[in-house]
């Protein structure tokens, strides 16, 4: 049984930094696509960073782009996101999901199979 697990979630001021970490028991991240996607209040959920395993692609959405940075660490099982230069509009419930590994695959929520839970980010102005 596949079970995904985020880490990391807090409250940071304006400009701060938080790093997120994602294990995963039940796989190995080898020959996994990796992903975090948040959602805010009244949202839709949406992919922020994502690892294609079959390439190596890494995918930032634009909102994101210059100030996270996903990595991960296969001997570890776990995947972090760095994320600097904090706004108020990037509070939100992170989630780490994972896939079986798919040559096309896009930064998309539905083409995620295990999530995990959910951590909190709230970011004050």
């Known amino acids: 049984q596949v079970q995904v697990v985020e880490s990391g979630g807090g409250l940071v001021q304006a400009g701060g930094s938080l790093r997120l970490s994602c294990t995963a028991s039940?796989?190995?991240?080898?020959?996994?696509?990796m992903g975090w996607f948040r959602q805010a209040p009244g949202k839709e959920r949406e992919g922020i960073s994502c690892f294609r395993w079959s390439d190596g692609n890494t995918y930032y959405a634009d909102s994101v782009k210059g100030r996270f940075t996903i990595s991960r660490d296969n001997a570890k099982n776990t995947l972090y996101l760095q994320m600097n230069s904090l706004k108020p509009e990037d509070t939100a419930m992170y989630y780490c999901?994972?896939?079986?590994?798919?040559?096309?695959?896009?930064?998309?929520?539905?083409?995620?199979?295990?999530w995990g839970q959910g951590t909190q980010v709230t970011v004050s102005s």
């Open positions: 999901a994972a896939a079986n590994s798919y040559s096309f695959r896009r930064c998309r929520e539905y083409e995620y199979q295990y």
């Open positions: 039940g796989l190995t991240f080898d020959g996994y696509d």
